[in-house]
């Protein structure tokens, strides 16, 4: 069967400014506020971070335009690639819904649970920091009750904001990430203004006896991974763009499909979003840095009795905070803005699957969400038991990902013919110099990363 290349409808159902918020919603998530601090102090400092943004640019921003090109070029996400490839009558509907079964089972229950404890924590200091010490038991009590049913709570609330039209999902993942930088930032800025830059300064030491190989290998792969929820997400970004308008009175402007390199230059928005969030992790986490020295936090990040980076940022950062009179405050915007972040992943996960469930299957996004909801509470018991979500998460990130994106590279950048890769980018002098490298990348070096990823994770490296 033969593989052809859709041309956009007349019109576009969104702006490109919409569009954009429904890519960047699933960058700006827990995952890299989490877990970028420990690794930057223990691996180098700043020669982490700038292998982090190149990285997330040669690595991640590939991807991102690599997904771009084949859901542009078949209308149809990579992971429903088997729909054009296989021959007609093949009876292979059982694989419609996989890949969102395996978002919802591999993805989402983390997440949950996190902004789940992230509710608790941010009760917790409310509680200290309004309530009187009649209402502050109650909320005490919330914030250590079981986990679990917070995070059955943030699932029913995204549920229930998936309900709405797409549109207006796009202005709601706007506001969660745009409210959860604010939240940051406010929290950065007490923190600077209480501790100063000396905590700064010891995070972003400069050791290159540190940053050895399987430091760089770690810090790419993190770089890999912490935007492929983004992936997925630009199926549907694409075929929002390619439909006819909701109200056909309305004339919108067309000019997204026009501009040559469009694509690249939301990509790189996205991978800037993402490594701004890095930074902002790295300004949080000097709270505590500004109370020990240089050597004892690289000891205690990689030494044999290690912290957990998101032990530093949930736990001991909010009792450094505690110590100063407006640190209370700074700790309820940094819990209130990762759980923002947490939302917009988690409905840009959940918008994947119903709009796949429901565009395969014909299934309404009333019945979508629903289905989603009982299978999301159903999957919110295996964090439950530590051993088996541990498998999962590691199933996940370790397997699950990296094929993923090997496939990915397999139909970009062999598969797909490349005068409809360049009919789509468009032409120019710096497009043109930015489309050999990034062909290269998909096709040599990008496969290489992942099969050397994969010959480490089975050789127990």
Known sequence: MGLRWKKPTPWSLYKSSDLFWLGVGSAVGLG???AIPGLVISSGGVPVILLHLMGLFILGGTLLVGEFLWSRWLM???WQSYQVLVPSGSRVSWAVPVFSYLAVLMILPPYLMDMGRLLGLAAGEISRAFFKPVNERTLLEFSYSSSYFRAFFALAVATLCS?????????????????????WVFSAYIILKSFGTVGLERIFYWDNARLDFDAIFKTLGFSLFTLSAGFGVM??????????????????????WKQSGKFMRIAGLIVMTDFLSSLMSLVVASAFASQVETVELIRMFSGDVRVESRTLILDKVPEVLATKPWGSFASISLFMGLFFAGMASALSILDIAIFTLGNELHWSRLRASLHLFGFGALMLTIPLVPTLAQYMRQAGADLLLPLSSLVLCYLVGWKMPRRSQVQILGRGLILDR??????????????????YYFVSFFNGA
């Open 32 to 34: 890299n506020f989490l």
């Open 76 to 78: 149809r996400p990579y």
């Open 163 to 183: 309900l709405y039209p797409p549109r207006i999902l796009a202005r709601l993942l706007k506001i969660l990430v745009v409210g959860a930088f604010l939240c």
């Open 235 to 256: 199926y549907h970004f694409v075929f929002y763009a390619s439909q006819a308008p909701l109200n056909t009175n309305k004339k919108e402007p067309t000019d997204f």
């Open 434 to 451: 930015l489309f050999q490298l990034w062909r290269f990348w998909i096709r040599y070096f990008a496969p290489l990363f992942l099969v």
